[in-house]
């Protein structure tokens, strides 16, 4: 007989760079210095790369892109630098802000130049605040270009699924005109005919690959990043959580990682640089940084589970500290736990139908406390401010029937697809009067009562003098343009009504290790720790805390990435893409 076969030991690695995390962050710093003509090795805990980046929106905020200038878009420095000074105040720093402005547009035009990443223009999204000064109309965002995942041939299996709560049987729906369409496929033939292929499409990739295979908003850029990293020589090792960074020589040196086989050794002759994605789900730090949640359970985020905060750790075991002066910890955003059918539950981030006409945000005292059509960020900000201290944050979204059927309301779809199976769980409330709803809900009913039929009178004058909902071009835009005489403005009073429970949630973190400019990671003295850099939230957040407009963590992600990727390969930053190794 012959004897059991036992596994072959893993073998410990060498190369220049190691980079700790798959998301848009750590691909890329990793597609940067590898076309700069470094060896790079990407390790990822989990079984998939693309992090929270493959679930997100796939929006960069970029002011001064190439996209806008070949538009005819032509902005001033100063006037972002001028905005991005009222909303960041006292936490501005003027060094992390003129690396990300400068460098930027160079980082467009690097990945559109150099590989596969493609961009689509934001020339039509304005910031968030429309009131503050040198706020844009637009021209200060880009996007992804859609993907077919075939490109990306065995490795696909790899990549991370987009959130199925948000997928329509799996398919992305991109944001913008797409989603139009799909939200006007029962009243528009044009947009039924759309929505009709790309459903027909869907199921035959469904039947050939299991997997829809047209990839959109932060899955697609995940894949063009992972492309790109594949085609430079990038080795991605899923499966690969790190450990402990080793420090040899008054410098970082690499990292040990377990594997499927046991514990390797990675040795970077250049740097270790940390992308894994913040702390969302480290139960401790949320107790330790988040006042709202006093044991680190009273808050769920959007991002990806295994965001646990590894790379902090990393960090600060060789001596990195992190930036807790800050205005906020988090990037807030509203979402309501969806029951799952194996008992758990996932948070869906409330993005979309806040700004829709017919929708209204109360607390329990069956009141308004926001303007619903502002930012996920201002949604969040002002429901923690309005609950006392101590007391259970939560909140309502309350609409009627068309509205539902028309857009959806958090996990639940728009029409035709059915809502039963999540009134029977408890996720969404239903109700034939204002009254019953609130009771379903623990609501005050004569306040809920009270809120609703005052709200009805404003918004068939369309206006809102409580919150001046629909009076900034963010709330336009994020409304319903064919909606009129206000795109975020309807009465709600055709029943049954309908609300969702609103927790506090996160679509990451925005407190993270302390970096100089280059996005070296500093120690207590303000000293750059040599061989370690840091990007993505694992950096602290460039906003220091506020969140100025759509794309504020993706486009300093990536920036910052290819300033790391630059500053390791020893070539200096300039405003214009140096000529790379493999385009010479």
Same mark, same amino acid.
């Given at each position: 007989m012959n004897a059991p076969s036992t596994p072959c030991p893993p073998q410990d690695l060498l190369c220049d760079v190691l980079v700790i995390g798959a998301g848009a962050g750590g691909l890329a710093t990793a597609v940067t210095a590898a076309t700069l003509g470094l060896d790079v090795v990407v390790i990822e805990k989990d079984a998939v790369y693309g992090g929270t980046t493959a679930w997100s929106g796939g929006w960069m905020w970029i002011p001064r892109n190439p996209l806008a200038q070949r538009a005819g878009i032509h902005e001033d420095p100063s006037a972002p630098r001028a905005y991005l000074r009222q909303e960041i105040g006292e936490h501005y720093s003027e060094a992390h802000i003129e690396a990300f402005l400068a460098q930027g547009p160079a980082m =467009? !035009?690097?990945? !559109?130049?150099?590989? $596969? =990443?493609?961009?689509? @223009?934001g020339n039509a999204v304005p910031d968030f605040h429309g009131r503050t000064p040198h706020a844009a109309l637009g021209g200060r965002s880009v996007s992804v270009q859609p993907f077919d995942a075939r490109e990306l041939g065995v490795e696909f299996a790899r990549l991370r699924p987009p959130l199925d709560l948000t997928t329509l049987w799996g398919m992305g729906i991109a944001s913008g005109a797409e989603l139009r369409h799909f939200l006007r496929a029962l009243c528009s033939f044009p947009s039924f005919a759309y929505v009709a292929r790309r459903v027909l499409r869907h199921g035959l990739d469904l039947l050939l690959h299991g997997r829809g295979m047209r990839l959109v908003n932060g899955n697609a850029l995940a894949a063009r990043l992972a492309k790109s990293a594949f /085609? $430079? *020589?990038v080795r991605i090792l899923t499966s690969h959580p790190a450990r402990r960074l080793i420090a040899q020589d008054g410098r970082i040196a690499g990292a040990v990682a377990a594997t499927p086989s046991g514990d390797i050794t990675i040795r970077a002759r250049r740097a270790v640089v940390l992308a894994c994605g913040g702390f969302p789900h480290d139960v401790a730090r949320k107790q330790a940084l988040f006042s709202h949640a006093p044991t680190g359970r009273e808050h769920w985020s959007a991002a990806v589970p295994s965001n646990t905060g590894d790379g902090l750790r990393l960090g600060e075991a060789v001596g990195a500290r992190l930036e807790t002066r800050t205005a906020s910890h988090g990037a807030w955003a509203p979402v309501s736990l969806v029951p799952?059918? /194996? *008992?758990? %539950? %996932?948070a869906y981030p409330h993005l979309i139908e806040r700004a829709k006409p017919g929708v209204i945000a109360v607390t329990p005292r069956g009141q308004r406390f926001v303007n619903e059509a502002d930012s996920y960020y201002d949604f969040m900000d002002a429901l923690l401010k309005t609950v006392a201290p101590g007391q259970p944050v939560h909140a309502w979204l =309350?609409? @009627?029937h068309p509205f539902i059927r028309r857009y *959806?309301? *958090? $996990?639940a779809k728009p029409a035709p697809l059915p809502l039963g199976s999540l009134v029977r769980s408890g996720y969404l409330r239903r109700a034939d009067s204002i009254a019953a709803l609130a009771r379903q809900c623990g609501i005050d009913a004569a306040a809920l009562e009270a809120t609703v039929a005052q709200y009805n009178q404003h918004a068939r004058a369309g206006r809102d003098p409580l919150f001046a909902k629909g009076e900034t071009a963010y709330n336009r835009v994020q409304g319903d343009a064919q909606h009129q005489p206000n795109p975020c403005m309807a009465p709600i009073e055709h029943g049954p009504f309908y609300a969702v429970k609103i927790v506090p949630g996160s679509l990451g973190t925005f407190t993270g290790l302390r970096t100089d400019a280059s996005a070296r990671v500093l120690d207590a003295q303000g000293q750059p720790i040599a061989g370690l850099y840091a990007c993505g939230n694992d950096m602290h957040s460039v906003m220091g805390g506020r969140y100025p407009s759509g794309g504020i963590t993706l486009g300093p992600a990536m920036t910052f990435g290819y300033i790391a990727g630059h500053h390791i390969a020893g070539v200096p930053r300039q405003s214009q893409p140096p000529a790379y190794p493999e385009a010479a």
């Open positions: =467009v !035009e690097f990945f !559109e130049r150099y590989t $596969a =990443v493609q961009f689509i @223009d /085609d $430079a *020589g799952r059918t /194996d *008992g758990s %539950t %996932t =309350v609409c @009627d *959806g309301l *958090g $996990a």
